[in-house]
């Protein structure tokens, strides 16, 4: 058995639930056991580090210095001194504290000194920092993926997005290429699917660009989006929450913006190993996107079932639940 | 710790203009030693400006006669420096030279450090050392060797013929031995040179037949060297002719057998794999020599074992599957090394695409696709074989310059793009985008070109390019590569949409260049060119004696640097041959047989293979000539049985108790 | 984003250019910066995929913060749009840690209170706040204080996206809060007094 210390990250119980389910229902055929480092906080995503930089690397660290912890808690196992993120930005962000606390010892000794605060400490390079992809595709390897596919997806034409922040910056050299790694590829071609040449597999998403300069967020989501579908990809696979929120639930107002009309799911990589190993799609999160990826699976005869559909936008008179709530929220608000 | 004998001992600290001066208080110095050294036998102590010049020689040399001085010790730069400068000094004036010891105190002293009273105080001990080891030094004399007039030549490039030329034409004999099946090296696939536009060929194949029927040349192509032992004048070389199945007395070059071939082979070498070649095949049709070889690999007979067509079809019989490897062995005085560049593999810089993205080339491809003897006889075409491009762009740097790839300017490159324009706009009118750093066009008649192709209507973008990419955002784009680059001189992003991208890719050092500088006993600098004895003063020498560099081998260079390097590398051969002999270091490992207990822990230590064993006296024996004192041996030997001259026990105790200053004379002495 | 009239940048260049710029940004940014590298080749503003947006490109920005044009610097909106994909950073040839430099130019904008639009600052303070309270980001809360703010003309257009979040159970109406948040706020507390004193 393959154990591993698991940082889920914020998005894998709320938008990224999908992702998380899926990579539930495989961890038990490819034998693999993730254990939830305990207490585990946000990694501060790309906004912390923009505030105050010790802080962000101590918020960070804190998870490291958890993790290391726990790392030997199963002795009759071998412990394990991996942590796996399945956030391409939690991986990132991880990876990088890890680093840079190596490479500038100065911000070592005062991180420390902050996780000293909360009786925590840490020595970099104590623990590796992997992304899912990478354990799957190094660690369990190509064979034993494929050993396991009852559902080949032949015929389902899928564009591989591998997004920013998992090949890049790559301080570790984990990664077959910064602009073209062929690991997400290869998987998919492990499960059969008609894997389509994309050139933009590493390009950004718009990251946190939809909160704060939706414009622009656009014209990335337009670019990636508008080139899957031109080279003939029925839906996109992606290894990160965010990219996946940003494509799927911005796709309709990306369309609005531009004017066009484009329709491109976008699936978690665990969604198609889940069904390519047998498994529902409604056991993997499928038909909770936004953009449904029921005509893109129905191309290789995968039903999904119709989930209840929301009754649609409603009229303006009805009231907005979102938004109200937080006004009268606001004035109240004590935590700073 | 007095010295037996009183030797009468003379210090001279130089200035080396405020170099030393700077940083130590040289009169101090001289007078410290004057007063401090006297019980040592130092009777004289000066300080001067410039003790390596005439002046300062003189005022030694005076010392010398005048005083009687049975020692020197000059305090200045490295020994690296002016060793040899000072030793002849004392020997102009009748002073055995190996009793003259150099102090540095620029080296290790003033150029390390900044408080001038700490710095004064290490010179003193330095030369403290200096003089505490002079004492036990003993008169050596030199041993001359006779050299071997004949000539090795490594590498059949525009350096190594122009090497094996001129040593070829003053008299003496050369072997030129080259790797590929003809020589002619890299300069044989370009189509024209920069600046002028000769064409390359007709400027080379003349040189390459004089080579090849030279009567003072023995060209061994499609040959390797395996093993080189001895030492300049002296060495003896083992050469892997490698089997060409074609026997060369009888082949008369017909290309019968090549045109009969059924098997077609990709190209890798001659035509940067943008051509195809038969398995037996001359690379070129002016290849000298002109005899054929037979690619085993990829040979129908060897692989399935018929076929032999090419032997049913040879009018003189010359075919012989049977041939083997052979081996030569030569003596030679000299070696020559002119084993050029590989070309920067510029799939590696992904983001540029070539491998993925058709339409991208290499500037070698480039080469081969211009060139009127290439694949498409010159027609400068999309890799589909007959689209003419309409838009080129044309990427500087590649590899080069770039802390991911090689930190160095790999040279050739801005002119080569800048010849590359010309020749796109010349032949097919596309609009031609140059993607530069920074231009550099240094050397005669390089800025002229620039103009030119600026003239021409070049466009010139200043900008790293970001990236090459089929991913169109726009109509405009579609079914092109369009380069990303931000025209840092305007100040904006710019989408350049073109049909075919050129990469002036750089230079590398040749991939097996570490192993070849350990046969050779040479080094290689970080990035790995062979490195010169002195980057100014001695680029074609290397630190070992008899052995030189020419060409690419030793960094970027373009055809008239190579030419140039390849003439200078002839010339200090050409030296040393008519030295007839050569001064051999007398520094030298030497056994006390019988102090030598036989347990043959050195004889496998030494790396020049200078130690042997006497199996009737069982005892250990150093060909003084193969020796090169490195001590090796020395530090080895349980007994003590070996001795360095130069470098003995006393020697160094001696220096190691000045440096502690322990041999000061007690105070109130 | 409004641009700098000529009359600041005149202003700009008439003040004495302050050289101790260049360095503090370099000690302020994690790991080694390598930004006195720069041989302004413009591989970043070329690979940058949001360049179009920008006042200045990050090469450009890079030879103001040599020349010392430190409001200008700080007042650009170039390290807002980033979007740390880290192209720039992989293919710089002086390896330019250049993400993180943006990181840098950030917060000392924050701090010198010189952004001109408050959009991108005002999202990254009410994201910490919310981990500073919860342990963990909390999308809900994020997305509607901070539309309210900045969008509110773009809510209507975003209700069926945020209704679809809801209904499809990808967004929570709660907070999630972790265990030991007197930890953490013990372990953040003291490194923003390191913070200062850096």
């Known amino acids: ?336 | 710790m007095s010295a037996q004998k009183q030797e009468r001992i003379g210090v001279y600290v130089c200035h080396c203009g405020s170099n030393i001066a700077g940083a130590v208080d040289v009169v101090d110095l001289a007078n410290w030693a004057a007063e401090k050294l006297k019980h040592q036998g130092v009777i004289i102590a000066r300080d001067y400006k410039f003790m390596c010049s005439s002046l300062g020689q003189e005022l030694i040399e005076k010392d010398i006669r005048e005083l009687g001085l049975t020692r020197v010790v000059v305090a200045a730069c490295s020994p690296h420096l002016h060793e040899k400068t000072f030793r002849i000094a004392a020997q102009n004036a009748g002073l055995n030279p190996y009793l003259v010891e150099l102090a540095s105190i620029r080296e290790q002293v003033s150029w390390v450090h900044t408080d001038k009273a700490v710095a004064t105080e290490k010179s003193k001990a330095v030369v403290a050392g200096a003089v505490s080891r002079v004492i036990e030094n003993i008169p050596l004399e030199e041993i001359k060797v006779p050299i071997n007039p004949n000539t090795l030549v490594v590498g059949g490039g525009i350096a190594g013929i122009q090497s094996a030329l001129e040593i070829a034409n003053a008299g003496f004999h050369v072997y030129l031995v080259e790797r590929e099946p003809s020589i002619g090296g890299h300069m044989a696939q370009f189509d024209k040179t920069f600046p002028t536009l000769d064409c390359s060929a007709c400027i080379l194949t003349p040189r390459m037949v004089e080579a090849g029927t030279h009567p003072n040349i023995t060209l061994l192509t499609w040959s390797e060297v395996e093993n080189v032992a001895g030492y300049v004048g002296n060495f003896t070389v083992t050469i892997r002719k490698k089997a060409r199945f074609v026997k060369e007395d009888l082949c008369t070059g017909c290309g019968i057998c090549e045109e009969k071939c059924p098997k077609k082979v990709i190209d890798e070498v001659f035509e940067a794999g943008l051509g195809y070649r038969k398995a037996v095949y001359t690379p070129f049709a002016q290849a000298v020599p002109r005899y054929p070889v037979m690619d085993k690999e990829n040979c129908t007979y060897f692989i399935k074992g018929t076929c032999k067509a090419c032997e049913k079809f040879c009018p003189t019989g010359a075919i012989d599957f049977e041939q083997k490897d052979e081996l030569i062995h030569i003596d030679v005085g000299n070696i020559v090394l002119a084993t050029g560049y590989d070309l920067f593999d510029a799939r590696r810089v992904s983001n540029y695409g070539y491998g993925r993205l058709a339409n991208v080339f290499t500037s070698l491809e480039f080469e081969r696709l211009s060139n009127a003897a290439g694949p498409t006889n010159g027609d400068i075409v999309l890799r589909d074989g007959k689209t003419t491009p309409t838009s080129v762009g044309i990427i500087h740097c590649v590899g080069s310059r770039d802390k991911n790839f090689n930190n160095y300017c790999s040279v050739i490159c801005c002119m080569q793009g800048l010849k590359f324009a010309h020749l796109v706009h010349e032949r097919t009118g596309a609009t031609v985008y140059n993607f530069y750093i920074d231009m550099r066009t240094a050397y005669k008649a390089y800025d002229e070109f620039y103009q030119r192709v600026l003239d021409e209507g070049t466009l010139f973008v200043r900008g790293k390019v970001a990236e090459v990419t089929n991913a169109a955002r726009y109509e405009r784009e579609k079914g092109k590569l369009i380069i990303q680059v931000e025209d840092t001189l305007a100040g904006k992003q710019r989408r350049i949409p073109v049909d075919m991208v050129i990469l002036s890719s750089g230079l590398q050092p040749r991939h097996d260049a570490k192993e070849v500088g350990k046969l050779f006993g040479i080094s290689c600098s970080t990035d790995g060119w062979f490195t010169e004895k002195h980057p100014k003063l001695d680029p074609v020498a290397t630190m070992t004696e008899g052995i030189y560099i020419a060409g690419c081998a030793q960094g970027p260079k373009d055809i008239p640097s190579s030419v140039s390097q390849g003439a200078a590398a002839s010339a200090r051969v050409l030296d040393k041959i008519l030295q007839r002999e050569v001064a051999l270091e007398p520094v030298k490992a030497s056994v006390d047989q019988d102090a030598c207990s036989g347990c043959r822990i050195c004889n496998g230590l030494c790396p020049f293979n200078a130690i042997s064993f006497l199996e009737d006296r069982m005892v250990t024996q150093i060909n003084p000539a193969l020796c090169q004192g490195c001590g090796t041996c020395v530090a080895a030997c349980p007994a003590g049985a070996i001795h360095g001259t130069g470098f003995s026990d006393e020697q160094i105790i001696a220096q190691i108790d000045g440096l502690l200053l322990r041999t000061l004379a007690p105070v109130g002495e | ?198």
């Open chain 3, 1 to 198: 984003m409004p641009h700098m009239t000529d009359e600041r940048v005149r202003a700009g260049l008439a003040r004495e250019e302050d050289l101790s710029l260049l360095n503090e940004v370099s000690m302020k940014t994690a790991g080694v910066s390598h930004l006195e590298m720069c041989i302004q080749c413009g591989t970043c503003g070329g690979s940058c995929p949001v360049a179009m947006d920008m006042d200045h490109t990050p090469r450009m920005l890079f030879a103001m913060l040599r020349a010392g044009m430190r409001e200008e610097v700080l007042r650009s909106n170039t390290p807002w749009i980033c979007v740390s994909c880290y192209h720039c950073v992989v293919r710089c040839p002086q390896e330019v840690h250049i993400a993180d430099v943006m990181y840098t130019l950030k917060g000392m904008a924050i701090k010198a209170r010189l952004f001109s639009d408050s959009t991108a600052p005002d999202f990254s303070q009410t994201f910490v706040d919310m981990v500073e309270t919860f342990g963990r980001s909390y999308e809900l809360g994020l997305a509607s204080r901070h539309y309210l703010k900045h969008f509110p003309l773009r809510l209507p257009g975003m209700m069926p996206m945020g209704f679809g979040m809801i209904t499809r159970g990808r967004m929570a109406l709660t907070p999630r809060r972790i265990k030991h948040m007197d930890q953490l706020k013990a372990i953040l507390d003291c490194a923003k007094e390191l913070e200062l004193t850096s």
């Open chain 1, 1 to 336: 058995m393959n154990r591993y210390l698991l940082y889920p990250g914020c998005s894998m119980d709320s938008s990224a639930k999908a992702y998380m389910e899926s990579l539930n229902s495989i961890l038990e055929p490819l034998d693999l056991t993730f254990e939830e480092i305990d207490d585990w906080n946000c990694c501060g995503a790309t906004e912390y580090l923009g505030i105050n930089l010790i802080p962000a690397y101590s918020l960070i660290a804190r998870n490291l210095a958890l993790a290391a912890n726990q790392k030997n808690r199963h002795p009759e196992t071998g412990g394990t001194r991996t942590v796996v993120a399945p956030c391409s930005a939690c991986y990132l962000n991880l990876a990088k504290a890890d680093y840079y606390m190596q490479e500038r010892p100065s911000l070592g000794v005062k991180v420390n000194e902050a996780l000293q605060a909360g009786g925590l400490q840490y020595k970099p390079g104590t623990l590796d920092v992997r992304h899912l992809i990478d354990i799957l595709v190094y660690d369990v390897g190509l064979e034993a993926i494929r050993s396991k596919v009852v559902r080949p997806l032949h015929g389902l034409r899928v564009a591989p997005y591998m997004g920013c922040m998992l090949p890049r910056p790559d301080y570790q050299h984990r990664w077959s290429d910064h602009e073209h790694p062929t690991e997400l590829d290869d998987l998919l071609r492990a499960l059969g699917v008609d894997v389509v040449d994309y050139p933009l597999t590493t390009s950004c998403c718009g990251g946190h660009m939809t909160q704060i300069g939706p414009e622009t967020a656009f014209e990335l989501i337009r670019r990636l989006v508008a080139d899957a579908d031109e080279r003939g990809a029925v839906l996109m696979a992606t290894v990160c929450p965010m990219c996946q929120m940003n494509i799927d639930a911005y796709q309709n107002e990306m369309n609005h913006y531009f004017g066009t009309d484009y329709h491109m799911p976008v699936l978690f990589f665990t969604q198609l190993m889940g069904l390519a190993f047998g498994r529902e799609p409604e056991e993997l999160g499928i038909g909770v996107e936004l953009v449904s990826a029921r005509n893109a699976l129905a191309t290789i005869g995968v039903e999904v079932p119709v989930t209840q559909e929301p009754a649609g936008p409603r009229k303006k008179s009805e009231g907005l639940p979102m938004p109200r709530r937080w006004t009268r929220h606001e004035g109240k608000e004590t935590v700073k």
